[in-house]
């Protein structure tokens, strides 16, 4: 039970990265039974999701590499990172062929997850003003594929990295309030009046 809990947290931790990446992935690593663990898409023709997640995931290559196109991208991710979290989680707990009610509960778990990793990004691409740089950008590429991966094949060390993430978020967020209420002079406490650096 542990370690689809460790499985779940690190497909999770990926959707909060990427939208269409870990979807695409898992549909290839399942071999011939495409999506057919995955809720939504499991109704859906093969060959049209898979057309569509290759799509998708070259789009938010070549868009989060640039600062327009990251916007954009982090527009739609904000409102879809929640729902594939789900899903995903909800495929890997099918997988388990575990009860009802502990597949909806784990969906959950993956889906606030999912949505809190990607508040983190939408956090630093708007504290940092010029966006992410280019090698944050490959690297959190290359660590979504690589928690699919883990989740999978390797549950403790993807539950692990996504166990630091989370520990990162929350790092990040007592960081932006200190940083906020620093950019208080006078205010009385109130951190935006007299703001050095205004929103």
């Known amino acids: 039970m542990i370690e689809i809990l460790l499985a779940v947290l690190s497909i999770s931790a990926a959707a909060g990265l990427r939208i269409a990446l870990p979807l695409l992935m898992i549909g290839i690593l399942s071999g011939t039974n495409l999506w057919v663990k995955v809720p939504i898409l499991s109704a859906w023709s093969p060959p049209w999701v898979l057309g569509i997640l290759v799509s998708w995931s070259l789009f938010e290559f070549w868009a989060s590499k640039n600062r327009?196109?990251?916007r954009l991208l982090q527009s739609l991710q904000i409102f879809l990172s929640p729902l594939v979290g789900w899903l995903v989680g909800v495929a890997i707990a099918q997988a388990a062929e575990l009860q009802p009610w502990l597949i909806n509960?784990?969906?959950i778990v993956s889906a606030l997850?999912?949505?809190v990793l990607q508040l983190v990004?939408?956090?630093w691409f708007y504290r940092l003003r010029?966006?992410?740089p280019l090698w944050a950008s490959f690297g959190l590429d290359g660590l979504c594929a690589l928690l699919v991966l883990f989740a999978l094949d390797a549950p403790q060390q993807g539950g692990l990295i996504a166990l630091l993430l989370l520990w990162f978020a929350i790092r990040s967020s007592q960081t932006w309030r200190d940083w906020y209420?620093?950019?208080a002079q006078g205010g009385y406490g109130n951190p935006r009046a007299g703001k050095?650096?205004?929103d």
């Open 130 to 132: 010029g966006g992410l």
């Open 68 to 70: 327009s196109g990251n």
């Open 181 to 183: 209420k620093a950019q």
């Open 105 to 107: 509960l784990l969906g």
């Open 113 to 115: 997850l999912a949505m």
């Open 121 to 123: 990004q939408v956090g």
């Open 196 to 198: 050095l650096d205004p």
